[in-house]
């Protein structure tokens, strides 16, 4: 067994390591989909933005939207804010539309704006474990069902969320 050093890269995370402690980021991910040159935006979905299963548009590349989506979903292990638009358009992977597929990829644009986001683990000695939860009633326009939200943090670091 060899010691390769400080990990700097792994599964599509970059790891950086800091006095203050360790930054996670995933910017590469823009490259995959071929977005860079995009606009970017202030916010990762519309606000107010109803989108239903059952929209009578046009269709668009299942597969495609499908990978986007999946893409999107791991960044969320270092972009906890994209969390729930990510899930939003994670719902409409049965029949995706081209307004579905705008709802996607409006959320790399977002991304875009805000490359150099991501979560940092600070050095501490706080190990208090706090929880946070909230959810919506029948938010769902299809199937009326509701959306719940948690947090865990470990000191000032979350640890889990969903």
Request: net charge neutral.
């Amino acid at each position: 067994m060899t010691d390769l050093g400080l990990m700097s890269y792994y599964l599509g995370l970059e790891v950086k390591h800091m006095k203050e402690g360790i930054f996670l980021s995933q910017a590469g991910m823009q490259k995959k989909f071929n977005l860079l040159d995009c606009n970017p935006v202030n916010t990762p979905m519309e606000t107010n933005l109803n989108l239903s299963k059952f929209e009578d548009e046009e269709k668009v590349n299942q597969t495609l939207f499908k990978s986007l989506v999946g893409s999107l979903r791991y960044l969320t292990c270092s972009r906890p804010d994209i969390l729930f638009a990510v899930g939003v358009i994670s719902r409409l992977m049965e029949a995706p539309t081209s307004s579905h597929m705008k709802a996607a990829k409006r959320i790399f644009h977002y991304l875009k704006g805000t490359l150099d986001f991501g979560k940092f683990y600070s050095r501490s000695n706080d190990f208090t474990l706090k929880g946070f939860c909230d959810s919506d009633y029948a938010g769902d326009i299809d199937n009326w069902k509701s959306t719940t939200a948690f947090v865990f943090f470990m000191g000032d670091c979350a640890i889990s969320w969903c």
